[in-house]
C-alpha cells in the first residue's frame, strides 16, 4: 500500500427561504439556506466525497441515499463520522484538507476560522490541518446570480501504519 492516497469532492446545493446557511458545520447569519435532503452543507459533502474518492470506496450518495428517510435533515458532521471512522480501520489519516467554497452571497470572508475551526471538529484534526479558499464567479451563471453555493475539496491520506 502506498504511502499517501488523493481525493477530491464536489457539492452544489440551491439557496432558498426557510433553511439555515450550514457550511463547515458552521451556522453561517443569511436570509436563505441550502436546499437539500441533509443539512445540504455542501463543504461537508464535498470534503466526505474526497475522502471517499481518496479511500476507493465511491460517492456520498452511494451510503447516504436522498432517497432513505434516516437521511433527512442530517448534520455533515453525521455523514462524516462512519467515513472517518472506515478511514481510521482501512489505517489512513487525514494529512491536510483543501476546500473552495464558490458564492456569490453572503459575502464569506469574516467567518472564514470559524469555517476552518468547524470543519476541523468535524474532522476530529488540528485546525493547522484544513485550509478553505473563497470565490465568487463574479455574477456568471446560476452561483453568480446568488442561486446556491459549491464547494471542491482535496484531501490527502497519509497511512498510519
Known amino acids: ?38 443539512d445540504a452543507d455542501v463543504v461537508a459533502h464535498a470534503v466526505a466525497d474526497a475522502l471517499l474518492g481518496a479511500l476507493g ?9 436522498s432517497s432513505e428517510p434516516e437521511w433527512k435533515g442530517a448534520s455533515g458532521a453525521v455523514l462524516l463520522a462512519p467515513i472517518l471512522e472506515r ?3 482501512a489505517g489512513w489519516r487525514i494529512g491536510n484538507v483543501d476546500t473552495t467554497i464558490v458564492a456569490q452571497e453572503p459575502r464569506l470572508a469574516a467567518h ?11 474532522l476530529k484534526i488540528e485546525r493547522a490541518r484544513v485550509n478553505i479558499k473563497l470565490k465568487s464567479t463574479d ?14 475539496a482535496v484531501v490527502l491520506l497519509e497511512s498510519s501504519e
Open 1 to 38: 500500500m502506498s504511502g499517501f492516497r488523493v481525493g477530491q469532492g464536489f457539492d452544489v446545493h440551491r439557496l432558498v427561504e426557510g433553511r439555515p446557511l450550514i457550511l463547515a458545520g458552521v451556522d453561517v447569519p443569511h436570509a436563505r439556506g441550502l436546499d437539500g435532503h441533509s
Open 57 to 65: 470506496i465511491g460517492d456520498l450518495g452511494r451510503y447516504f441515499p
Open 87 to 89: 478511514m481510521r480501520h
Open 112 to 122: 472564514v476560522e470559524r469555517l476552518c475551526v468547524g470543519l476541523a471538529d468535524q
Open 139 to 152: 455574477g456568471l451563471g446560476s452561483i453568480g446570480r446568488a442561486e446556491g453555493i459549491a464547494a471542491q
